[in-house]
């Protein structure tokens, strides 16, 4: 496929006066938070933007962007004549972490020293862009723009989780102390358009990860009589909300605790602040479990008292599969599902020994979702100032629709990720259990 590339600042103004009718307006939507939601947008804002716009569509992405408060992936993608009157429209998404989207959306924080409301995002005029539908481009440089969706996995009123730790786990990072207050959402609007599924996962050489053969009399000698048609499938791979949550509270020192071999479990979590972590306290925990939130070496009072496990702290999500990695056997965390790729042992994915654990027997893909058998997802916000820019706000309206249809999924999250329509159960809230919908409110065919 022929591959053009254009730096973004070379959409000349003086161009665009000869071909765009007097009431065309320039319309920038910069979207900042959850890391989940990444790949979603900088696939779904190229197929919005070709779905309304005459002009070509350009897009750039990328991962591990430094910024002034430390890294994020960013992705833009931009069009004109768009909307039949004209418009130029360019829409931006950079990661850093839920609770602070929605702090900066609502004016309650600025980050990277760019003032209230603002952060640092893909900089239009630093952008080494394609055409789409060909492989995204570069982002080259990061500026400072206003935020006008603040997405986040749960809702502001869902924090309220604390840790202290290594920035990045075991790979150091600085000393980092999180406290994410629940955030006050008053004057904003919201949208809850798709579904994100979270797993646990856990390093391969992890017990949990064999299963139980309790009909094996030469290992199981008191058990095996009983047990000659035991199911070893139904502890292999896989973790019960009572495993994680015992885990994630650091009532659980080793695996064998369980029964299963004896092995020391070592947690990784997420920082407080991430939507990931307060999915897992609102979802799993419930309350009834308190998560750990001071990290634990093998050289602490805690671990050679035997009173805690080895626990650490990580900012992002691949942060978090780093850890597991190089914690190594034992070593258990969770993030959204497909973090990994699709297969379950992670040979499709960037950490080929990390894989992917079911929760309650079932793996969490998009079918297991839509017909209420996995209950570890979140039905994602979107939040905006209710008074928004008239221009800003229509063009966010406009997106909320066209990703809460499943026809606008990108086929790159179509096998994990759903959308609101298609769902036969839904959440009314992130502490809720999912309830039944009316059947004639389900949209998806299947």
């Known amino acids: 496929m022929f591959k053009r590339i254009m730096k973004g600042a070379m959409i000349g103004a003086a161009a665009l006066a000869l071909s765009v009718p007097a009431q065309a307006a320039d319309i920038t939507v910069n979207l900042f938070g959850a890391s989940a939601q990444y790949k979603f947008w900088t696939s779904a804002a190229p197929e919005f933007l070709a779905s309304v716009c005459n002009g070509d569509v350009y897009h750039a992405k990328t991962t591990g962007m430094v910024g002034t408060d430390g890294e994020r992936d960013t992705g833009i993608a931009y069009s004109t004549d768009c909307q039949g009157v004209g418009d130029n429209v360019t829409i931006t998404y950079t990661t850093f972490s839920s609770q602070?989207?929605?702090?900066?959306?609502?004016?309650?924080?600025?980050?990277?020293n760019c003032g209230t409301g603002k952060a640092e995002v893909a900089d239009p005029s630093n952008v080494s862009a394609t055409v789409y539908p060909a492989a995204a481009g570069t982002v080259d440089g990061l500026v400072c723009a206003d935020i006008h969706i603040g997405a986040s996995d749960v809702s502001g009123e869902a924090f309220g989780q604390e840790s202290h730790g290594q920035l990045l786990g075991p790979n150091g990072g600085g000393w980092y102390d999180s406290y994410a207050n629940p955030v006050d959402t008053t004057g904003l609007e919201n949208c809850r358009p798709i579904n994100v599924p979270f797993s646990f996962f856990a390093h391969q050489d992890t017990v949990v990860l064999d299963g139980l053969d309790l009909a094996d009399e030469t290992v199981h000698t008191y058990w095996g009589e009983f047990y000659p048609w035991w199911p070893v499938g139904d502890s292999k791979q896989n973790l019960t909300r009572l495993m994680a949550t015992s885990l994630f509270s650091g009532?659980?020192?080793?695996?064998?605790?369980?029964?299963?071999?004896?092995?020391?479990?070592i947690l990784c979590l997420r920082h407080a602040g991430s939507g990931?972590?307060?999915?897992?306290?609102?979802?799993?925990?419930?309350?009834?479990?308190?998560?750990?939130?001071?990290?634990?070496?093998?050289?602490?009072?805690?671990?050679?008292?035997?009173?805690s496990p080895v626990t650490y702290f990580n900012k992002g999500s691949s942060d978090m599969m780093n850890c597991i990695r190089d914690a190594g056997a034992g070593a258990v965390g969770y993030a959204d599902s497909d973090k990994n790729g699709g297969n379950p042992d992670g040979s499709a994915g960037s950490y080929t020994t990390v894989q992917r654990l079911k929760y309650m027997g079932k793996d969490a893909v998009a079918y297991t979702l839509i017909h209420g058998m996995y209950d570890f997802w979140s039905a994602q916000w979107l939040y905006f100032r209710a008074d928004e820019d008239a221009s800003i706000k229509a063009k966010i309206n406009e997106l909320c629709a066209f990703a809460s249809d499943y026809l606008n999924m990108p086929s790159s999250r179509r096998a994990f990720w759903t959308t609101k329509g298609e769902m036969r159960v839904e959440k009314s809230s992130d502490f809720t259990w999912p309830s039944w919908k009316d059947p004639s409110l389900w949209t998806h065919p299947e």
């Not at 307060?278 to 050289?299: P, Q």
């Open 100 to 112: 602070k989207g929605i702090l900066a959306v609502s004016d309650q924080a600025g980050y990277d």
């Open 251 to 265: 009532q659980v020192l080793d695996w064998s605790d369980f029964g299963y071999p004896a092995q020391e479990v």
């Open 276 to 307: 990931t972590h307060a999915t897992l306290d609102a979802d799993i925990m419930r309350g009834e479990a308190n998560l750990v939130k001071d990290e634990v070496l093998n050289t602490d009072d805690g671990y050679i008292l035997g009173i």
